[in-house]
C-alpha cells in the first residue's frame, strides 16, 4: 500500500483518523500500532513476523542496558548493547545481503552454490537503523529507555515513515509517544504538507518517471547521446520528486498525528559542491551515519590518512545500506572519493569558480552517480555511461529525441523549476502582498491545496505507473 493509491487515501486513512481520535487519548498509540501493522502486513504479512523479532529484540535489549547502568555494570551493558545489535544486523544481514554473499563467492570461486532468493522485507533498512538508534541512544544515555512495549512499537512501525523514512531518533519523538497533544492547527499542517507531498509524487515524479522508462526500453547501443542525458535527467528528477513527496507526506501525516518528524530533504539540486550535496540530500542518514558511525571512529579529529579511511567507511556503508550489488558499492565509494577529493585536493579552487560553474559540476557528477544507482548491475550502468558520451556512435540526437523534447517541454520546465526555490519565493511575494487579507490566503490556499488534490486523483485514477522507488531499499 502506497501512500498515493486511492486504496490508502480514501480507505485506509480515514479509518486510522476516525479510530484515533474516537478512542480516549491513552489508547492512541495502540491505535497507531494496530494500524502500522494493518499497513505493513497488506504488502508482505509473512514479515509480520520478523517486524514483531525485530521490535521484541532491541526492546529487549534496551531494557537490558539500562539495567545493566542502572546496577553500575558498564561492561554488562556494553554486552548488552553488542548483542542486540548483532541481532538487528543479522536480521538486516541475512534477509539484505545473503544472495549477494552468496553470488560473489559463487563469481569468484565458481562453486555455484544455491541462491536463497529471499523476498527482501519492505522498509528492512530503514527499521533497522531506528531500532538500532534506540539501543544505543540508551547506552548513551541520550534517550530514556522505553518500558511500554506497545509505545515502543509504535516507535518503531509508524506507518507514516515506516517504509522509506525519515530515519526517526527515538529520543526525537520520546516525549511525543509518552504524551502529545493533538491540535486542529497540527492536524491542518500536516494535511496541507501532506497534499503538497502527493502533488510532488504524482504529478511530477510519476510522469517524470514514465519518461524515463521510454528512455531506458530503448536499445542502449543505438540511443543518442542526447536521449541518453534526456533519459537520465528524467531519473534525477524522478528520484527527488519521488523520495522528497513521500518524506513530505510523511512528515505530514506525522503532524496529523501529533508527532514532529526531521525534514530530509533541503533542495539538493541547488547545491555547488557534493559536499553541500550531501548535506541536503536524505539528511536523516546522513545524520545517523555522523552519529552512529563517522564520529564514533574519530570524526575528522585525526590525521588526514585516518580521516580518509572514515570518510570511506562511511560512504561504502552507505552503498551498501541502499541495496546488495556492486553498482552500490561502487556507488558509495564513488561519493566517498568525491567528498575526499573535494576536502583535500581541489575543493579551495572550487570554490573560486562562479556560481553557475559549481553548480554544473555537482549536478554534472550527480548524475552521474545516478547512472551507477539505477540499474541492476556494473555491465548496464557502464553501457548507459558509454552512451551518454557517445560511445556507441549513435550521434548526438534523432528524431525521437526531438519528439521527447517536444513532447516533455513543460514537463521538464515544472521539474526544473520544483527543485529551486522559485515556488516558494513565488509563494512569498504573494503572502506580502496579500497577507494582511486573511480572507485572500485562506481562499487562496485552499484553491491551491484543492487542485493539488484534484489533479492527483484525476492522474490516479487514469494512469497505472505509480511506483515508490525507495520501497526497494
Known sequence: MVFSS??????????????????????RNFVLFLFSMIFYAW????????????????????????????????????TALIVSLAASLSLLAFFKYADFAIDTVNMLTGAGFQLLNLALPIGISFYTFQ???????????????????????TYVVMFPQLIAGPIVRYKTIDEKLRSRQESVEEFALGAQRFL???????????????????????TVSEMPALTAWLGLAAY?????????????????????????????????YISKSITEFWRRWHISLSTWFREYVYIPLGGNRVSVGRHIMNLMIVW???GIWHGASWNFVLWGAYYGVLLVAEKYIFGKYLERLPSILRHMYCMLFVMLG??????????????????????????????????????????????????????????????????????????????LLAGIFLLSLAWLVDASYNPFLYFRF
Not at 196 to 218: D, F, R
Request: charged share 15%; proline share 4%; net charge positive.
Open 43 to 78: 504488502g508482505e504479512p509473512v514479515y509480520i513476523i520478523l517486524m514483531i523479532v525485530s521490535i521484541l529484540v532491541s526492546y529487549a535489549g534496551g531494557i537490558a542496558v539500562d539495567a545493566m547502568k542502572r546496577a553500575d555494570r558498564p561492561a554488562a551493558a556494553k
Open 370 to 447: 545516478w547512472d551507477l544507482f539505477v540499474f541492476g548491475s556494473l555491465s548496464e550502468s557502464m553501457a548507459y555511461m558509454r552512451a551518454l558520451f557517445g560511445g556507441f556512435g549513435a550521434g548526438v540526437l534523432n528524431t525521437q529525441t526531438v519528439y521527447l523534447l517536444c513532447n516533455n517541454f513543460v514537463l521538464l520546465i515544472c521539474l526544473i523549476l520544483g527543485c529551486t526555490r522559485a515556488p516558494k519565493r513565488l509563494g512569498e511575494r504573494f503572502c506580502a502582498r496579500f497577507g494582511a487579507d486573511n480572507r485572500v490566503m485562506t481562499a487562496a490556499r485552499t484553491l
Open 316 to 318: 561504502l556503508l552507505t
Open 236 to 268: 534525477t528528477m524522478q528520484i527527488y520528486f519521488d523520495f522528497s513527496a513521500y518524506s513530505d507526506m510523511a512528515i505530514g501525516l506525522g503532524h496529523m498525528f501529533g508527532f514532529a518528524f526531521p525534514e530530509n530533504f533541503n533542495y539538493p
Open 196 to 218: 503538497i507531498g502527493l502533488g510532488k509524487k504524482v504529478l511530477l515524479a510519476n510522469n517524470a518517471g514514465e519518461l524515463w522508462e521510454t528512455v531506458s526500453a530503448m
Open 6 to 27: 486511492l486504496l490508502f487515501l480514501f480507505r485506509f486513512l480515514p479509518a486510522v483518523l476516525l479510530c484515533y481520535y474516537l478512542v480516549p487519548r491513552p489508547l
Open 131 to 153: 531500532t538500532m538508534s534506540y539501543t544505543i541512544d540508551v547506552y548513551r544515555g541520550d534517550a530514556r529507555v522505553q518500558k511500554n512495549l506497545i509505545s515502543y512499537g
